[in-house]
């Protein structure tokens, strides 16, 4: 991609037309080109046509997107639905020996060993898996996009500096920094209250520590695009190193970010899910699928549907995010990722 | 000592067992009558405690045991925890001790016979028996020394014995000891040994020699290993006296021998062990312990297999499973303790006695009877002394003091909004700005019972911070720790040390009692009114008067809502199909591998 490509010529994809766009040029050669009408369309909207062609990442999408509705409008889901709210306590609806009762009308997933509706929990989890993943994902992109961007551009010593930063910052892990911090911080807080245990902890800590693949990403690339012809059209025209960088050079690591920002959701997610199984994640009774899983494993033999719906609730998630994620990649950089055709 | 599932007392019942088992019936009949959760099933066990046989059984094999959690200590002079006393009521042989099916009755075990008792109380002489010998590499016979040294080295801070101060604190010289020689402990012979106390406090210093710390321990042995800290006495090396010793080298190290950390532990015959000395059988060769697997699993093990029992508290899974399939393969047994809340009496919004009592109207103990497993293992609590411990009948036995707030176990909203109202808050919710700091136990079913009270409090008003963290953090680091200031712990509980209802009260309530680390008066409660009665009823003598005593400060402590009441616990244990397992029904029900053989 080039910058400021404005609307380019393209072939109308139903004629089978396409746009190289790192030759910039256009390539006729599908069936029925031939005098085939050219058509304006702008990088996006290419996108896009692409997009709709990959039926697994719309699918993808569209599950993503009833997530992310259901997520916002869990109440109003959960009274619809009819069944009790995610934090309502209901001894009545376990068994004679205190364990759980299986799906019903009343509890279409079933209830936990508190009597709690799993449906509402599963819906409720949505949103902390969600928050963490969206969240935690934006602010890690943003943190790298800005390191990568000033370790390419500068080069030298602020490269070397920030790199280094970014190599001991990997060299952290995450889940066991996760797991000190949930136990050191677990009932007062650290520093003052700053660090609670919850959503916001777990936020700081994706952010914290999963900037670096995109810091990586994006200095390789400004690495390469620095030394672009449209960047030395810039510097020769006066424009400062500030508009260089984040007028012609970001603009160009809008693809790579969106595919990798897209891949590193479900990460997240499982993050989030893996502090919560082990115990550091959000605080109860907030509903997490991981935690969810965690509260499940003991009584699995006697309550399967305790472990089986969050646990399919975050396959599910995972994996529309993943298949989203590789379809971005094929829409937004066709030559290096999967033929759509 | 600290909660239950595991926290041991040592207990006695006030009864005589007949009595005792009436009494647990009765409770559960009447949690019956009063209670939903509790309707529906009723308490059915393979094998009674109290009707366990226990000589005359087959002698021989292997048994292996399954523990999900680890032991503590294996040192007599520190183990305080129902884990670690199956493995020094095995190895270890205290002055006085209870066969495993009378909750009542001391039997002398290294003492010869009854103690005698004179001075208005305040002297105690006991014979020992001759002839008992202690494991290799010692091997010598057991003298009064041994039994001096035993009990002098609970007050060495590097043995810091939990339960000294308020069993042994009344021996002359032993508020001064740090580990060396009390003055009021005197062995005038090879085999006598004498206390001198400073109140007339025997009989409750004869039931305390019941616990490990009586159990003798060869100083030249010792003392070396004493001067470490914490000692290693007991974490490296021991030495034995019961029939049992942990497999250990020719210089007594068990640790690495018989104890992997975390993974297993074995028993094997002590040599040295004299059977004509002991009432104990020991029928099994040996017994493997492994540690740390998950409890579901073995509960599917246990009930399945043949030699082979599970040491702690069973998953509700597999409790499920047993009553249903497996009927003669669990015990239940009752009066193993009490689970409550503790509500900081001394800082923060429960200093308010009508704000306690609000929430205790509040609290739906069915609902924590039900998601511990349901009425075959537990009885909504109604007050603090327990079904088996005297006393218990006498502050009003199932059903409790009648007060207005511990009349609806299943919760009573509009108790609790009244006395909302007498605390000042006239539209029933908290309207305070304090947010209240909870710190319970993770894992099944701490977690269900922690998340229930946290309710309980919203529903109130409160705005609530829990936290769940392991057992051992939620008491080393909070609980037990006054100046963390912890509002509420939901996860405490308590089981008798011997038997007399001292033991279930004193530690918990006492406010002269109150530590700054390794506190037990979880609520923080200093009331003087009930310290005073405390005082003078620890001096009564004659089992009635003090069950009547005591009963009377457990009404007190109701009057005071000085906890948070949820359940009087039933153990259950389950085993193999191969098994003739005995259960401990004095204490907490766990196995007695003294008395369990193979079928």
Sequence with gaps: ??????????????????????????????????????????????????????????VSLGFIVLLVVVALAAPLVVQLAGVPGPYVQNPNALDAFGSPTGPSLAHPFGVDQ??????????????????????????????????????????????????????????????????????????????????????????????LFNWTYIMRIVRGQVLSLREREFVEAARSLGASNARIVFREILPNLTAPLIVYASLLIPANILLEAALSFLGV??????????????????????????????GLALLLTVLAFNLLGDGLQDALNPRMGRSIE | MQAAPSRVRFALASALLAGVLAVALAACGSSNTSSSATSSIPLKAGESPAGQQLYGKQRG?????????????????????????????????????????NASKLEPDVAAGQPAIADGGKTVAIQIKPHIYFSPPVNREVDSGDVAYAIERGANPNVANPYFESYFGDIVGADKATGGPISGIETPSRYTIVFH???????????????????????EFAKPLDAHKPTTYGS????????????????????GIGYQPGKSATLVRNPRWNPHTDFRPAYLNQIDINIGAESTVIGQKVLQGEDIVQNDTPAQSAVKEAYEHYPQQITFTPGSGTYYASLNTAHGPFANIDLRKAVWAALDRDAIVKVRGGPLTGQPMTHFLYPTVAGYEQAGGAAGPKVDYNEHPEGDPAVAAKYMKLAGYPGGKYTGGSTLQLVGATGEPEDAMAQIVNQTLQSLGFKTHLTLVDKSVMYGKYCTVPAQAIDVCPNVGWV????????????????????????????????????????????VVGEPTRAEAWGKIDETLVAQAAALPEVYANAAQIEGKGIAGVNQLWNTGTWDYDFTSLK
């Design chain 1, 1 to 58: 991609m080039t910058t400021g490509a404005a609307d380019i010529l393209v072939a109308d994809p139903a004629l089978g037309g396409r746009y190289d766009w790192s030759a910039g040029g256009f390539d006729a050669g599908g069936p029925g080109s031939a005098g085939g009408a050219l058509a304006a369309r702008s990088p996006w909207r290419l996108f896009w046509l692409r997009l709709r062609r990959d039926r697994v990442a719309l």
């Design chain 1, 114 to 207: 508190l009597g709690r509706d799993v449906f509402a929990r599963v819906v409720y989890g949505a949103r902390t898996s969600l928050e963490v993943g969206v969240i935690g994902t934006a602010i890690a992109t943003v943190i790298g996009t800005v390191i990568g961007l000033l370790a390419g551009f500068y080069r030298g010593l602020t490269d070397t500096l920030l790199s280094r930063l970014t190599d001991v910052v990997l060299c952290f892990p995450v889940l066991l920094v996760g797991l000190g911090l949930g136990a050191a911080c677990s009932v007062r807080g650290c520093f003052k209250g700053a660090i609670q245990p919850g959503v916001s902890t777990i936020v700081a800590i994706v952010a």
């Design chain 1, 281 to 310: 994640g959000v605080r109860a009774p907030a509903a997490s699928w991981g935690q969810m899983l965690a509260d499940a494993t003991p009584i699995f033999n006697t309550a399967w549907w305790y472990m089986l719906f969050p």
């Design chain 2, 61 to 101: 094999g292997t048994l292996t045991v399954y523990d999900h959690e680890d032991f503590e200590h294996f040192d007599p002079g520190e183990a305080y925890d129902a884990e670690d006393y199956t493995i020094t009521s095995a190895t270890q042989r205290s002055l006085y001790s209870y066969l495993p099916n």
């Design chain 2, 197 to 219: 106390l400073t109140k007339p406090t025997a009989a409750l210093l004869v039931g305390a020699l019941s616990l490990p710390l009586s159990a003798p321990v060869p100083p």
């Design chain 2, 236 to 255: 490296e090396y021991l030495v034995a006296t019961g029939p049992y010793m942990l497999k250990s080298d020719s210089t007594g190290k068990f640790l």
């Design chain 2, 496 to 539: 008798r040390d011997f038997a007399d209802p001292q033991t279930v009260l004193y530690s918990t309530f006492y406010g002269p009692a109150i530590r700054p680390e390794g506190n037990s008066n979880w609520s923080q409660l200093n009331d003087p009114q009930i310290n005073a009665a405390m005082e003078k009823a620890t001096l």
